[in-house]
Structures are given as structure tokens and as C-alpha cells.
């Protein structure tokens, strides 16, 4: 454990920015998720019950919540549903006390839970595997790999005596590894967080090229 501010100030850089980049990933994959959950749960309903039984369904909650103001109303609404061909003129409260419109709202409600819970699971496995895949990609990358046609070597040792076997390398290293013959007047760009040793490393290539010349 250290108190130390520079490594208070690094450690601090690194975890908001995994914890940022975890919630940004996160927040896509849950968008997705909640539209996946309600398109699935829309067409398994559609499969399950006929676009019929869905509407009637449909207007037999409507009625549930309007028939008790319409209960002292002289003239009350009167709507219109579909039954196999024909049409039903029915108030409010008939469409509350009608056996047809009872079974389509119970059957509604009955198969909104089921095709939820289908779409629940079908979406958790779906993103246990989109997880899973995100995973291994991300090890694979971190892993050595062929990038452009050459391959990543960890040895700078190994790397520093292919360079001189070839005449490539200077006489300027950075730490074990020596930059490219002939690039020394050229420009290098340097990227670390607080404290990865960017000055450290600019005062040492410094001083070796002053030795050498």
C-alpha cells in the first residue's frame, strides 16, 4: 500500500478510466438488451395469439379502466371490435361483462407473461455468449500477435542483436533497446501515464547521446 501522491494520482487516472470505459460498454450492451427484450416479447406474443384476440385483448384492459366513469354516463361510447369477420358494437361496460372480450384480456395477459419470460431467457444467453465473446476477444489481443506482418517480440535483448547483425541499430538505446541507425534526427513519440518514467527516459537517451558524440 502507498500513500504516495504520485501513485495516489496514477492509480486514480487508471481506475476511473477502466471504470468509465466499463460503464460506457455497459450501457451499450444494456441498451440493446431492454430493445432485444421488448422486440423479442412483441413477436413471440404475435406468434403465440392472433392479431384478433391481441386487440380485443387490448381494448378489454381499456375498458377495465374507463367502464366505472362510464357507468352513469346516458350516452356512452361505443366501440367497435372484430369478431372473426364481423363487427361487435359494444359499450364499455359490455365489453367488461362480455365472456369473449374476459377470455381475450385473460389470454392477453397469460401470454404477455409467457413470451416475457421466453424473451428474458432467450436475451440472458444471448448476453451471457456476447460476454463471453468480448472476453475472449479482449485476451486475444493482449496476447502476442501478428500485426502487419511482424511478429511482436518481448526480448529487447534478442531484439537489439537482430539490429546489429543487420547494422540497423544505434548507438542510442533505451534501456536495452536500441533505436533505428540513421533515425536519430528524426521526431519520437512517447506516451505513459503519471509516473510510467517519460522523463526518466528522455534524460537517459539524452545523456548516452552526448557520450556518443
Known amino acids: 500500500m502507498s500513500f504516495n501522491s504520485r501513485d495516489f494520482t496514477q492509480?486514480?487516472?487508471?481506475?476511473?478510466?477502466?471504470?468509465?470505459?466499463?460503464?460506457?460498454?455497459?450501457?451499450?450492451?444494456?441498451?440493446?438488451?431492454?430493445?432485444s427484450f421488448m422486440i423479442i416479447t412483441v413477436a413471440t406474443l404475435f406468434i403465440r395469439m392472433s392479431t384478433q384476440n391481441i386487440m380485443n385483448g387490448?381494448?378489454?384492459?381499456?375498458?377495465?379502466?374507463?367502464?366505472?366513469?362510464?357507468?352513469?354516463?346516458?350516452?356512452?361510447?361505443?366501440?367497435?371490435l372484430d369478431y372473426y369477420g364481423k363487427?361487435?358494437?359494444?359499450?364499455?361496460?359490455?365489453?367488461?361483462?362480455?365472456?369473449?372480450?374476459?377470455?381475450?384480456?385473460?389470454?392477453?395477459?397469460?401470454?404477455?407473461?409467457?413470451?416475457?419470460?421466453?424473451?428474458?431467457?432467450?436475451?440472458f444467453i444471448g448476453t451471457g455468449l456476447f460476454f463471453w465473446y468480448l472476453g475472449h476477444l479482449?485476451?486475444?489481443?493482449?496476447?502476442?500477435?501478428i500485426?502487419?506482418?511482424?511478429?511482436?517480440?518481448?526480448?529487447?535483448?534478442?531484439v537489439?542483436?537482430?539490429?546489429k547483425s543487420r547494422d540497423q541499430a544505434s548507438d542510442i538505446k533505451v534501456d536495452h533497446l536500441p533505436i533505428k541507425k540513421?533515425?536519430?534526427?528524426?521526431n519520437f513519440g512517447m506516451h505513459g501515464t503519471v509516473g510510467s518514467g517519460k522523463?526518466?527516459?528522455?534524460?537517459?537517451?539524452?545523456e548516452t547521446e552526448n557520450i556518443v558524440r
Open 11 to 35: 492509480g486514480g487516472q487508471v481506475a476511473f478510466m477502466r471504470l468509465r470505459m466499463f460503464l460506457q460498454i455497459n450501457n451499450i450492451i444494456s441498451f440493446y438488451m431492454i430493445m
Open 58 to 80: 387490448l381494448m378489454y384492459w381499456y375498458a377495465t379502466t374507463i367502464a366505472p366513469f362510464q357507468k352513469h354516463i346516458v350516452n356512452p361510447t361505443i366501440y367497435h
Open 87 to 123: 363487427k361487435l358494437n359494444y359499450t364499455a361496460m359490455q365489453i367488461v361483462s362480455d365472456s369473449y372480450t374476459s377470455y381475450c384480456g385473460q389470454l392477453l395477459k397469460q401470454e404477455i407473461i409467457i413470451s416475457a419470460l421466453i424473451s428474458l431467457v432467450l436475451v
Open 138 to 145: 479482449g485476451k486475444k489481443q493482449s496476447e502476442d500477435e
Open 147 to 158: 500485426t502487419g506482418g511482424r511478429v511482436l517480440n518481448t526480448d529487447p535483448k534478442a
Open 160 to 163: 537489439a542483436r537482430m539490429m
Open 182 to 186: 540513421d533515425s536519430e534526427i528524426q
Open 199 to 206: 522523463s526518466t527516459l528522455m534524460g537517459s537517451v539524452w
